[in-house]
């Protein structure tokens, strides 16, 4: 134990605060500003370095920092402060920690003060009981050398900068943007403890998908893709991570078009079921890419901003039909396939082809955008005026688009329905709307917020697995893969306010199951969408 004599008053009970990783459910962040001894914070186990992050609100003069460790100490640590949690300035150091209590007296100022761990007392990970802040408000930041934590510098767009900001008018769910981060960034160390996977090689980066056909799916390794390109700055090992993605992608190539993603991997993660792609997979893998060219730039080991371009022109070469500007379903629904004209609702993602467009100079994505949104207004106007819901699939796109009546690629009920590839609709549409501030979009989530809204009487809980186009409940069960979209259409009208703070309570109070990885990744983009942390590369 070191001993202190400040008689500060206590200033980090209960404040927002953020952790490199936890160890899993129970072990978030928040436990160790709790003021209970008998909850903690816990990193993952075997990796260095790791650290923990409270955020005072303002900035403090700091005379004390208490930390009470579990028995996963650190032998070497740092604890550092600063005004805007990017450029950090050390107050204590040590490298002969031995655990228990560490009550230290230290002279800083800073509105961020973090508990920096570079070496583990033990093989399992960081962990404490309680991190105690004492100081006053006020204070200057005294001239220091400052460190930052790696990946840091180089990184373009850091979690929670929001460096693109919103169109006018869009809201956002109640409560100060270092909570509503705090929370983003609780639910992803969670998500990567249940999901994220290095398996068969050490190498590659997976989401695993224990609830899809296969242990991993293209669907799967492009929302980890997106997500942790999107949450670089909060996880100083993103840039590790993404490239674990970039090389599985490299690695399982598309038979047909070589340039894309073969979709499904089995458990020895040898590509299966035809080894061709999938365009949902695709989509988020080329946009990616494109956050991970304006994160870190292209000249590491992986030149991200080429190997979008590649991916993008694969994409319109393989997966675009030339006839109608429409999405295929992959690179397989070629001419000769009955599906040629069908196209999967899930799959228009405007701002994908905004991006698309800016990193290629190619207008015919432009062409794509629209002709994509024309088709989401038409089906809603002629299908659904009364919900605006849309069926997973479009059938006859080359003459009368309609939604099938049975099975045309997934699904005898839900195909022609709202079922779970369109449940992902409201935060497609939404994350174009929120960003762009387009008149299409926006007017086509405000038909499906106006809908929901009245449906569930504004209720969260009310809402349902799968509706007929009409509105018509199609199951008793609920999931947050139908329950949180609505949440990013719910952001575009601004007499939405309280349904959209019911909406994010709903998802804080959503578990994440283990089996259950198309669920938790669809709520962990929708809550980095409606928090302000969504940008388009």
Known sequence: MTSASAADPLVSRGKAVLASSIEGSGFEAAKAVDGSTSTRWASVEGHDPEWLRVDLGSTHSISRVKLNWEVAYARAYRVQTSPDGSAWSDIFSTTTGDGAVDDLTVSGSGRYVRVYGTARGT??????????IYGVAGGTTPPTTTTTTPPTPGIGYPFGSRKQPYAAGILRPSGSTSTLDAAVVDYYQRWKSAFLRHNCNSAWSQVLAADADHDYVAEAQGYGMVIVATMAGADPDAKRIFDGFVKWKIDHPSVIDPDLMAAEQDDRCVSVNGDDAATDGDMDVAYGLLLAD????SAGTYN????????????????INPTTKLLRPGDWATSSDPRYYVTRSSDWMADHFRAFRKATGDS???TIRSAHQNLITRMQQNFAPGTGLLPDFVENTNSTPRPPAGKVLEDELGDGKYWWNACRVPWRIGADAVTSGDSTSLAAARKLNSWVKSKTGGNPGNIRV??????TQLSSEVSAAYTAPFAVAAATDSGSQAWLDALWNKMLATPIGGDDYFASSIQLQVMITVTGNHWVP
């Open 364 to 366: 015919a994505w432009d």
């Open 294 to 297: 304006r994160q870190w730039g």
């Open 304 to 319: 991200y901003k080429e190997l979008a371009i590649r991916h993008i022109n694969a994409i319109k070469r393989s997966e």
């Open 466 to 471: 799968g509706y007929q186009l009409n509105g």
């Open 123 to 132: 093989p399992y990970g960081y962990s404490l009981w309680e991190l105690e």
